[in-house]
């Protein structure tokens, strides 16, 4: 027997009462539908209608902690039930509302339910929350569509801020903004100078549908502060102002007309920088403003010359000849005093060193007769045999001179010491500094290395720094001797002309002064943070002219042998080769997301901790070693060590944000004090790279100051992309891990070396080399396979351009080897392309 009951539902254990209907546990939802239609029939001119819906629930956001209402109205319609992710929704969670249509007289039943954050988030990150309502007649049943429900949130950070410029005026500008990651997502708007910016009204202004904005032609009404705006229904977020500057280079009016010829029998002409004139930082006119000329009138009439002018110029031409009489015999001097300063210069450094001839034994035994160099040496050695080394190593040996670099011999001559070079930064700096053009040089003499070369050349370094200067010999003119310095900027004092996907890869290295004559290509060592793949790269080598402005002199892979500049791109080094000294960088613009940069992820921690709070900074900065030295410097100050061994993230452009976390605490001991499950750096930070000292930092708090041991785990992740992690396990209280200068490597190396102790090779011994190697051979046994063997053909049409091939491959040899030189290897090879007279052949010390 069945108890039929009003239209409401009545729970009971293992039963469901429908309206007049009853549903056991176990009954399908076809055996109810059965029943529904065999117990409420409708009017009979209704008994056949499906229930369709007035009302279907919609797609809504919780904001906040704010219940949200979905409604379902439906006729005819018998009953109305909600089903949420799959799950009827219990009878007492519904309003419902019945009514009749006097139009129609059917039933129309309406339902509500309120949805709570609590319930949504029992269900997040599993999937979507959606609700659906289902209602009966006694003709069947209908379901309305889903609605969605989602928890409504705008981040912080936005993807990507606007950047400032200083464009010229007509130029177009864009402006770049993404906002923050949102649900719903944040409508873009513009703010110039806190007023809202209206496209409709200044068609110069257009916003595109990435939420760029554009500035088709710059006014300059335009210099302003631009700031990004996004907002949705939770809230409304301001980007970091970029501020425009529009300049107005000036232009030269036209040429005034000619002036009446005067009595000097000169006519004058002129025109001036007003049209315009230069304002807001734009650029002076160039070239002359005031032109005069030559002329003839009635004040100035041309005469005939008398025996007066006759005699005038017969003067002058005696004067002329008795000065280049003189010029000849001064140039005759100097030069033979030259060659006896050349004959003192090699006697000293060179020969007095002494290289005892050493053989070695090669691999097959067609090889074992090696023709060797014989010095003709001054000095008496002694014969050993040992493994060859580089005699720049032969320390033991060499007297190293503190002095001058070039000390006056008593018939006033000169020698170059074999050595390293005499530093005094302040002096240096304080010197360069009154001219106006090093005015913009850092004064962080830290980071400065500067010395004094000639003919025999020599090598800056910066030291931990990754960058390096080699000057090969006869890189300077023979008779001159030039001051030179080296040095690296930091990005903060540079205006850097970077737009869209480019990205600073190096340092901003300077070198100079600007303007000096060389007579070979001289090798700029600087690190990058590239993956080296061409293939997702269009990577430039910019350098800046004397007037401030910067230029793409070279597109790395697609360089030509009669550029002035050349560069050589490898995993972690970038090679420039220059005639020019000045002021460069690398810059990259990714051809794909697939292009990545190298992040080197470096964990700091107080020396030692005396509170219960414990706080540690997590760095993400370019993988270059000038980087990794500069925030060591800060670290050193902050009282800060390293906690753990550095890491190397590969970071995409795939516009994703990074990411850090810390997991697997002990809480009985520790707690984070980070209120979310993870800290994020926008993209657009790290990747532009002007922000050098980049980093997050964990607080952590121990619950007893006897808690002493932290162990967990660090992890550090692109969105959708590569992540690592660290294993910290270490004593907050007495760690005396030697860390800090392991994980540096440091570099110990003089900051100047002038002359052969600058180089590897030896200097007679690379003539030598240079002289077997440079001339074509039949069977290429010559410079190309000597580039070849060394890994370096990729660039045979540029040291085929050169005068000496072979002598600018020994040059990026020494550039590479300079720590490492294995001159061994280097022999070998020599052996392997069968010029034995050409073999190096060095000493140790005890041969010294």
Same mark, same amino acid.
């Given at each position: 027997m069945l108890l039929l009951l009003g239209p409401f539902v009545c729970w009971?254990?293992? !039963?469901?009462?429908?309206?007049? !209907?009853?549903?056991?546990?176990?009954?399908?939802?076809? =055996?109810?539908?059965?029943? /529904?239609?065999?117990?409420?029939?409708?009017?009979?001119?209704?008994?056949?209608?499906?229930p369709h819906f007035?009302?279907?629930?919609?797609?809504?956001? +919780?904001? $906040?902690?704010?219940?949200?209402?979905?409604?379902?109205?439906?006729?005819?319609?018998? &009953?109305?039930?909600?089903?949420?992710?799959?799950?009827?929704?219990?009878?007492? =969670?519904?309003? +419902?509302?019945?009514?009749?249509?006097?139009?129609?007289?059917l039933p129309v039943m309406q339902v509500k339910i309120d949805i709570s954050r609590q319930q949504v988030e029992k269900i997040f990150?599993?999937?979507?929350?959606?609700? &659906?309502?289902?209602?009966?007649?006694?003709s069947g049943t209908q379901k309305s569509q889903k609605a969605y429900v989602r928890i409504a949130y705008l981040r912080k950070n936005f993807e990507k801020e606007p950047l400032g410029k200083e464009v010229a005026l007509d130029q177009e500008v864009i402006l770049h903004c993404q906002p923050p990651e949102g649900i719903p997502p944040a409508e873009v708007e513009w703010l110039k100078n806190e007023d809202l910016i209206d496209p409709v009204s200044d068609t110069n202004y257009y916003i595109t549908i =990435?939420?760029?904005?554009?500035?088709?032609?710059?006014?300059?009404?335009?210099?302003?502060?631009?700031?990004?705006? /996004? $907002?949705?229904?939770?809230a409304r977020r301001k980007s970091s102002s970029a501020t425009v500057i529009v300049y107005v280079d000036g232009g030269w009016t036209e040429w005034s007309k000619w002036s009446a010829c005067g009595a000097d029998c000169?006519?004058?002409?002129?025109?001036?920088? @007003?049209?315009?004139?230069?304002?807001?930082?734009? $650029?002076?006119?160039?070239?002359?403003? !005031?032109?005069?000329?030559?002329?003839?009138s009635e004040l100035c009439p041309q005469t005939a010359s008398g025996p007066e002018d006759v005699a005038l110029y017969v003067g002058i031409v005696a004067v002329v000849l008795c000065l280049t009489l003189l010029l000849i015999v001064v140039v005759l001097v100097y030069r033979r005093k030259k060659e006896g300063l050349d004959a003192?210069?090699?006697?000293?450094?060179?020969?007095? @060193?002494?290289?005892?001839?050493?053989?070695?034994?090669?691999? $097959?035994?067609?090889?074992?007769?090696?023709?060797?160099?014989?010095?003709?040496?001054?000095?008496?050695?002694?014969?050993?045999?040992?493994?060859?080394?580089?005699?720049h190593d032969a320390t033991g040996k060499f007297p190293v001179s503190n002095g001058p670099l070039l000390d006056p011999l008593p018939n006033g001559q000169h020698t170059l010491h074999n050595g390293k070079l005499p530093t005094d930064p302040a002096d240096f700096m304080t010197r360069l500094s009154t001219q106006s053009y090093f005015k913009s040089l850092p004064r962080d003499t830290a980071n400065t290395s500067y010395g004094t070369f000639n003919f025999l050349g020599g090598r800056l370094t910066i030291p931990n720094t990754g960058i390096s200067l080699l000057i090969p010999p006869e890189a300077i003119p023979r008779g001159k001797i030039y001051e030179i310095y080296l040095t690296v900027q930091r990005k903060e004092d540079v205006r850097l002309p970077l737009a869209g996907c480019q990205t600073l890869l190096s340092p901003i290295v300077s070198c100079g002064p600007p303007g000096v004559v060389l007579t070979r290509p001289v090798i700029i060592s600087m690190d990058h943070c590239s993956d080296a793949n061409l293939d997702n790269w269009a990577i430039k080598l910019k350098k800046q002219s004397y007037e401030g402005s910067w230029e793409d002199v070279l597109q790395v892979g697609e360089e030509l042998p009669s550029d002035p500049y050349?560069?050589?791109?490898?995993?972690? @080094?970038?090679r420039v080769f220059t005639e020019q000294l000045g002021r460069f960088m690398l810059v990259g613009e990714s051809l794909s997301m697939a292009a990545a940069k190298r992040l080197k992820l470096v964990l700091f921690a107080p020396v030692c901790c005396t509170t219960l709070e414990y706080s540690i900074r997590v760095y993400c900065m370019d993988d270059t070693q000038d980087v990794l030295k500069e925030v060591m410097q800060l670290e050193k100050q902050l009282g800060g060590r390293l906690i753990d061994e550095p890491q190397v993230l590969l970071f995409k452009d795939s516009y994703h944000n990074l990411r850090l976390s810390i997991h697997d605490m002990p809480r009985a001991h520790w707690r984070s004090k980070l209120l979310a499950g993870y800290q994020e750096i926008p993209f657009y930070h790290i990747w532009n790279g002007f922000q050098r000292s980049l980093h997050c930092t964990f607080t952590l708090e121990r619950l007893s100051l006897n808690t002493c041991d932290l162990m967990c785990r660090l992890c550090v992740w692109q969105v959708e992309g590569e992540g690592q992690s660290f294993s910290i396990d270490f004593n907050v209280a007495k760690d005396s891990r030697p860390v800090d200068a392991d994980l540096l490597g440091l570099d110990n190396s003089a900051p100047a070396l002038a002359g052969p102790s600058a180089f590897q090779i030896p200097y007679l011994i690379r003539?030598? +080399?240079?002289?077997?190697?440079?001339?074509?051979?039949?069977?290429?046994?010559?410079?190309?396979? #000597?580039? &070849?063997?060394?890994?370096?053909?990729?660039?045979?049409?540029?040291? /085929?351009?050169?005068?000496?091939?072979?002598?600018?491959?020994? =040059?990026?040899?020494? /550039?590479?080897?300079?720590?490492?030189?294995? #001159?061994?290897?280097?022999?070998?090879?020599?052996?392997? +392309?069968?010029?034995q007279e050409a073999m190096i052949f060095l000493v140790t010390d005890g041969e010294c």
């Open positions: 009971r254990s293992g !039963l469901m009462l429908v309206g007049s !209907l009853l549903l056991f546990a176990g009954f399908t939802y076809s =055996d109810a539908q059965h029943i /529904a239609t065999a117990t409420n029939p409708l009017p009979a001119a209704f008994s056949d209608l499906l007035l009302v279907e629930p919609d797609d809504v956001y +919780i904001v $906040k902690n704010k219940p949200v209402t979905l409604t379902c109205r439906s006729t005819p319609a018998t &009953q109305i039930y909600f089903k949420c992710n799959g799950e009827w929704v219990h009878q007492d =969670d519904h309003m +419902i509302e019945r009514t009749v249509d006097p139009a129609t007289g990150g599993l999937e979507d929350f959606w609700c &659906q309502c289902v209602a009966w007649s006694t =990435d939420h760029s904005l554009i500035i088709k032609q710059a006014r300059l009404a335009d210099t302003a502060n631009y700031t990004c705006v /996004a $907002k949705n229904i939770v000169t006519m004058w002409r002129s025109r001036e920088c @007003t049209q315009p004139v230069p304002g807001t930082g734009g $650029k002076d006119c160039q070239g002359l403003d !005031l032109q005069s000329q030559n002329c003839t003192d210069v090699a006697d000293s450094s060179i020969l007095t @060193t002494g290289f005892q001839p050493v053989g070695i034994k090669p691999a $097959k035994p067609e090889n074992s007769h090696l023709l060797t160099i014989q010095p003709d040496l001054t000095t008496t050695t002694t014969s050993y045999q040992g493994s060859l080394r580089s005699r050349y560069c050589q791109l490898e995993a972690e @080094t970038c003539q030598k +080399i240079c002289s077997s190697l440079d001339a074509p051979c039949p069977h290429g046994a010559d410079w190309r396979l #000597l580039a &070849q063997r060394l890994q370096l053909d990729r660039h045979l049409s540029f040291f /085929a351009s050169k005068a000496s091939p072979t002598s600018v491959i020994l =040059d990026l040899w020494e /550039a590479q080897h300079f720590h490492s030189g294995n #001159l061994n290897q280097l022999a070998a090879v020599m052996a392997q +392309i069968g010029k």
